[in-house]
């Protein structure tokens, strides 16, 4: 296109602005403008040198999503044939979130095709629609304008391909069964096979996934009955294929099931006039389905390092068995080249090598024998061959100085005593950095220490089962006394035969009146139970706890000034630990309940709180933290007091 079909001369000067012809005429025309553009270009320098100095904010911020103002087909449309479906909205959108956020149910066994013409989406269908069948399309909150990014939420659609249009639901929630905490993105399924095998080899008939709160919802459910099942899809198969990949399931046979309430509302305009309307009730109730894996034996060497020359670490993914065997194949060790030490879950073991010509080596190949499943779920021998390496740190260049004293390697014991505050209910752990070949436990002394009067205190040192490298005393101990801990040099050696250095540490157990105290007092108990304290962080780790037969109260002593969680956990074997479900045998995960308030305890305070057990499922795990509480007060106040002043100015 030239610039005269455009209505431009060759200075970009409208040509219908140009009344006159020649030189004479141009020059005065083009003087005009220039005069025009000065006295344009003052006043907007004028004016902005006036004003208060800022960006532009361009207009009123859009803050409303996007509307849909056609589809195809409509909505709760039925008889559709076509293979794709068509979206057009009021203004552009951005359609990256949709191929991953987008729920088709029925499920289809390729992702739909995600395209963009203009201000319409189409989705389009790499399969043939079933007949007949209702189907639903959940997109979340991936459908966004391309501005300023303002989502649709919880935009859904629905459609038939036959003559009748099917508006059963199910819906739920999805809660881990140990910590009870809502999980996001699990794929929530129904199945008509009521055999739980379609669960492991079918794709289900309807699907859906849980938001943040763990809620899901299947909408456009034909008339039958179903199981429900849930599960973190790790590799979208849309079926229970993975040992790792956690599950749960309904108890019960599922029929949804609706009817139309109606209600009756009065208004009176002159002659009473009566308004109908209701509502549709869906059944079954929310569901509350326990996420929980499998204890499935899936056994494999998950990773294996040597980060010393004198150690070999190999992890494995569950509990070794008896059968599990390691090999030095080269160099060819001499005999007793090792100590081999377990961790106490005995998924992890260290090779500890004492022989130094071994040790010096570069490259140490292992084999290593252990018992897994096969492709066909049959117990066989696994061989892995493993090469290990490890290069010496360069050593710096520095001359021997004259008569320097040869150093003669030590280890060094280490020990969980507190200087200032020992608790009252630690025992002492003593540590070496490696296996022991020898420890004289009777050059450990205790003593306690009263101004300066030693008295030694008979004590028994016990040997850690789960390890050649630790030791335990315990003891009672007296609130804010002093005591002297020793060992004497050369009372342990290691499987080199250094000695250990001396260790000499004083210490002060805590004061009584800095512990706090919780009285639990538990009804409604219909079982044996666990009672445990938890700390009040992300892992919930368990500090204490108690094992319950019936109704009563329980105490948790010495406890620090600090928050608290406790949890219930029903044990009905008795076995003192939370068991998980198993699939097969439809057993569910043991159930968990947790005290609702997070407890803050002060020193030198006994608190007594009351729990009756309410076996009902929640929604969500809501702690109550009086903290937390008065603090959200606190800055809503601040607020308002900062809205009210800002108010008041203008």
Known sequence: MTMEQIGLNKDNIPQQIIPGKGAKGFRRIKGAILLLLGISLFYLIFNTSCANQGVPTGGVK??????????????????????????TFDEFIISDAISEKLVVSPPMKKKPVIKMKGKTLIIEFPEDLRKETTYSLDFKDAVADNNEKNPIKDLRFSFSTGPAYDSLRVA?????????????????????????LAFVDSIPDYIGTTDKDGLFMIDNVAKGSYRLYALTDADNSLNYNQATEKIAFDDSIIVPMSRYIVENDTIVKGNDTIAVSGHTDYSPKPQFLMLFEE????????????????????????????????????????????????????????????????????????ELKYEMLDSLNQMVLKTDTLDLLYEKPKASKQK???????????????????????????????????????FDTSKIRLYSVEDTVKKQIPIVVE??????????????????????????????????????????????????????????TVTNLKGPA??????????????????VLEDGQIVFPFLKPEKYKIRVIMDPNQNGKWDTGFLAEHRQPEQVIYFPTILKVRSNFEYKESMQMDYTPTIKKELFDEDLEKEKARKKEQAKKSKSEEESTD
Not at 62 to 87: C, E, H, M, Q
């Open 530 to 547: 666990i009672v445990q304290l938890l700390s009040n962080d992300k892992d919930e780790r368990v500090l204490q706890k108690i094992q």
């Open 295 to 366: 204890n499935k034996f899936n056994q494999y060497l998950d990773s294996y390092k040597r980060n010393q020359a004198n150690k070999c670490d190999f992890f494995f993914h569950q509990t070794l068995s008896d059968s599990f065997r390691i090999n030095l194949i080269r160099p060819v060790p001499p005999k007793d080249w090792s100590f081999i030490e377990s961790n106490l879950k005995r998924d992890s073991i260290t090779v500890w090598i004492t022989d130094t010509i071994v040790s010096n080596s570069d490259t140490l190949k292992f």
């Open 62 to 87: 859009d803050t409303i999503p996007p509307v849909v103002v056609k589809t195809v087909p409509s909505l709760r449309g039925t008889n559709y044939k076509g293979s794709d479906l068509r979206f």
């Open 172 to 196: 739920g929630y999805v809660k881990d069964a140990l910590t009870q905490e809502p999980v996001e993105k699990v794929l929530v399924m129904l199945h008509r096979n009521l055999d739980y």
């Open 463 to 520: 040997k850690d089962t789960n390890s050649i490298r630790k030791y335990y005393i315990e003891h009672h101990w007296e609130p804010d006394a002093n005591y002297l801990f020793q060992i004497d040099s050369a009372a342990a050696r290691n499987i080199y035969g250094y000695p250990s250095v001396k260790v000499d540490q004083k210490f002060k157990t805590q004061k009584e009146d800095y512990y706090g105290k919780i009285f639990l």
């Open 400 to 438: 021997k100085k004259k008569n320097e004293k040869v150093v003669i390697p030590t280890i060094a014991l280490s020990t969980n005593i507190q200087a200032s505050g020992h608790d009252l209910y630690q025992r002492i752990n003593i540590e070496a950095p490696e296996p022991l070949l020898s």
